[in-house]
């Protein structure tokens, strides 16, 4: 059974700071790993999504990175701004109906 | 080109009624999941579906809760006899079918709370 977990649970970073958000996964036969956005009593918003054959993946400011052997995923944020403020989530894919297991989430402030 | 679209967005329900959640799939996508997000917690895999099949329910609690996706027309999620502790954010996602990454796009969800 795939567990997903996420460190840290909350994190305040003055604005322009670069910062890192971990996750890892129990099971590594994974699909791919796709990290989102969720603002408060909103939906969410995909950021990125790595397949299991990659390695990283990057848009704008965001850089994720998967390493499968390790069970661990990565989101750098660069030049945190007060708008990345957010819950950001990673979902691993995995199993043979590709199920999709979720992380309890980051919360991130970022102070202006 | 209209996103994963869930209706009602928010939702009240006495405890003992019965709450229906609609779900419409982004256009040309076939697969259909649903979430549970409870206060304070993450998103909780429900229900697997495709057309007029349901893939994996092992999420699903096993009474009350029911899911459909028609031929035609939206998923649905049915729970009966609401308690309190349904009370949560219920997302939708779909997937394109295909070859390709299989990323899920989800809707916006519905809130459901049970007085």
């Known amino acids: 059974k795939q567990e997903v977990t996420q460190i840290p649970a909350a994190l305040s970073v003055p604005e322009g700071e670069n910062l890192v958000l971990n996750c890892s996964f129990t099971?590594?036969?994974?699909?791919?790993l796709q990290w989102f956005r969720q603002d408060p009593g909103k939906g969410l918003t995909s950021l990125l999504l790595?397949?299991?054959?990659?390695r990283e993946q990057t848009s704008g400011r965001l850089n994720a990175s998967l390493d499968k052997s390790s069970g661990r995923s990565t989101l750098y944020i660069a030049a945190s701004q007060p708008g990345d403020s957010a819950t950001y989530l990673c979902?691993?894919?995995?199993?043979?109906?590709?199920?999709?297991?979720f992380g309890i989430g980051t919360k991130l402030q970022v102070i202006p | 080109n209209a996103g994963v679209m869930q209706n009602p967005r928010h939702l009240v329900r006495r405890r003992g009624q019965e709450a229906r959640l609609r779900c419409s799939p982004m256009k040309g996508h076939s697969h259909v999941y649903w979430y549970r997000q409870l206060p304070e917690e993450g998103l909780k895999f429900m229900v697997y579906l495709q057309k007029e099949n349901i893939i994996d329910e092992s999420g699903m609690p096993k009474e009350r809760f029911s899911a459909e996706f028609p031929k035609e027309g939206p998923s649905i999620l049915r729970i009966q006899q609401v308690v309190r502790g349904d009370s949560a954010a219920y997302f939708c996602a779909s997937s394109y079918p295909g070859g390709g990454t299989h990323e899920q796009f989800f809707g916006p969800g519905t809130r459901l709370t049970v007085l």
């Open positions: 979902a691993a894919r995995s199993g043979g109906y590709q199920k999709v297991t």
């Open positions: 790595i397949q299991s054959s990659q």
């Open positions: 099971d590594s036969a994974i699909y791919n």
